[in-house]
């Protein structure tokens, strides 16, 4: 499959989609999903990416959040190229 110009979100659809279709990709996507991601799409996963799949029961829901968003104060520093009020200067309302 080519991914030069697929969206996260496209290729986690065409996974489930090979997955319910080809019960031999789905077993190994269960068993090994590095392996069988980094086959079917031609990427390398980073050895410090943990990846998990499960399969949904009648009984079980799974419910993926994305990472947090808010920025740390020392993120929000970063983003502003580092600047800081300094004590004694006044907030200006232009």
Known sequence: ??????????????LMEK???????RARLLSDPKAAI???LGLAV??????EVHEESGATAHL????DSKLSESDLRAVAGGF???PGYYDINW
Request: aromatic share 2%.
């Open 1 to 14: 499959m080519s991914t030069e110009t697929k969206t996260v979100t496209e290729l986690r659809g065409h």
């Open 19 to 25: 997955a319910t279709a080809d019960e031999a990709f």
């Open 38 to 40: 980094e086959e079917e």
């Open 46 to 51: 980073p050895a410090s990416m943990s990846i």
């Open 64 to 67: 993926i959040l994305p990472p």
């Open 84 to 86: 800081e009020r300094h």
